[in-house]
């Protein structure tokens, strides 16, 4: 019988599989293509069930290598929350110590456990900003921000009455965005170091409890507009909250750290049957 072992995790609610493949296990057991075997274990209902699935691998400089994979099976640069389980899973693993470094399709993220159940990572810096982004056939101003992946940030008044499903595929596929597409957020000003947010995710193809980097982009955004000043505090759909600390001077931003929790849920043991049904 194959057996894969995992551990399923979640940050803020934004919940992944986590698999070491440092033995290249997925690649010795999985006899379909890396994207289906993805796509079928992250089914809810018919097998583990997941947002996203990472794949820690061996890295030749850094503490390990991790590829990230949404539900769909599209593999992509960066997931922020993500990043923070993966950190949290090489350090009970003894893949890595308190302080690592890993490569990602973004770049080399730095990580640190910083309490029983949280970690502080630093992303790579945001980029290709742009302020006041007028989407045909949306009705209301866009901004736009690299974090590791791409993010659109619509500020509104209140995040509670939005059609973040609707709003969210139309930005999500508007010509702008093409080919690639975009992330989407609905942020709502709290107060000068609160922001409150939904998000409909790129790969999910629905809104999620929680985005680590469309967090940071809100909260990057907010800073860079005068909205907010760091450290920001962004409210989740899942009811967690990611702190986020951005540092900018004349020249630009200069650092941007996510920190929250990143919790282990279960250890289990997938067989055959979650991926070949």
């Known amino acids: 019988m194959k057996k894969i072992p995992f551990f399923k995790m979640n940050g803020s609610g934004n919940d992944f599989i986590i698999i070491n493949n440092r033995d290249k ?29 990472i794949l820690i691998e061996k890295d030749d400089v850094y503490d390990f290598r991790w590829r990230f994979f949404n539900s769909d099976g599209s593999e992509v640069e960066m997931c922020g929350n993500g990043s923070r ?36 990572v630093q992303l790579t810096n945001p980029k290709d900003y742009k302020a006041e982004i007028e989407l045909e056939g949306i009705g209301m101003p866009a901004s736009f921000i690299n974090t590791g992946v791409p993010h659109v940030v619509y500020f509104v008044d209140n995040v509670d009455v939005i059609d973040v499903k609707e709003i969210g595929a139309k930005t999500r596929y508007h010509d702008y965005f093409k080919p690639e597409g975009t992330n989407v957020n609905f942020a709502e000003i709290i107060d000068e170091n609160t922001i409150k947010l939904r998000t409909y995710e790129r790969g999910v193809e629905d809104e999620t409890l929680a985005c680590g980097t ?29 702190k986020i600390y951005v540092y900018v001077d004349d020249s630009g931003i200069k650092k941007v750290y996510l920190e929250g929790e990143a919790l282990l849920t279960y250890i289990g043991t997938m067989i055959e049957e979650a991926w070949n049904y």
């Open 25 to 53: 296990i997925v690649e010795s057991l999985v006899d379909i293509p890396l994207e289906e075997f993805v796509q079928k274990v992250c089914k809810r209902g018919l097998s583990v069930g997941a947002d996203g699935l």
């Open 85 to 120: 389980c993966a950190a949290r899973f090489a350090y009970l693993n003894s893949i890595a110590p308190l302080n690592m470094k890993f490569s990602t399709l973004a770049g080399v993220i730095e990580a640190q456990i910083t309490g029983l159940n949280t970690v502080r």
């Open 214 to 242: 469309g967090a940071t982009a809100a909260a990057v955004i907010s800073v860079l507009q005068g909205k907010c000043e760091s450290p920001v505090d962004v409210l989740t759909k899942g009811g967690k909250t990611l």
